[in-house]
């Protein structure tokens, strides 16, 4: 059984930054590929990063590229989500996901199997 645990959310002010980790269990990443999404209160989950395996295709989201990073530690087989420059509108419970393939189409809740159960991330003065 494939088990995602995220951690590293919290509050910080706007212009700060925040790492996310998502530990995976029950299977190696190396050769699946691996996403962020985030849900604000009200709406939908978007996907803000993913990745496909070998590092062969990235996505960001517009409103986040140029200040998140997406990256993937094989030997701890851990997803981080690096977030500089933070905005009140980034605020949300972040996900990590899943896709059990090498590669994904979009970057779509639908597209993935296997979910962690979110961290809180809260932009504020």
């Known amino acids: 059984q494939v088990q995602l645990v995220e951690s590293g959310g919290g509050l910080v002010q706007p212009g700060g930054s925040l790492r996310l980790s998502c530990a995976a269990s029950?299977?190696?990443?190396?050769?699946?590929?691996i996403g962020w999404f985030r849900q604000a209160p009200g709406k939908e989950r978007e996907g803000i990063s993913c990745?496909?395996?070998?590092?062969?295709?990235?996505y960001y989201a517009a409103s986040v590229e140029g200040r998140f990073t997406i990256s993937v530690d094989h030997a701890k087989n851990t997803v981080y989500l690096q977030m500089n420059s933070l905005k009140p509108e980034d605020a949300g419970v972040y996900y990590c996901?899943?896709?059990?393939?090498?590669?994904?189409?979009?970057?779509?809740?639908?597209?993935?199997?296997?979910w962690g159960q979110g961290t809180q991330v809260t932009v504020s003065s």
């Open positions: 996901a899943v896709r059990v393939a090498p590669r994904f189409r979009k970057c779509v809740r639908e597209e993935y199997d296997y």
């Open positions: 029950g299977a190696t990443l190396d050769y699946w590929a």
């Open positions: 990745l496909s395996s070998g590092n062969s295709s990235i």
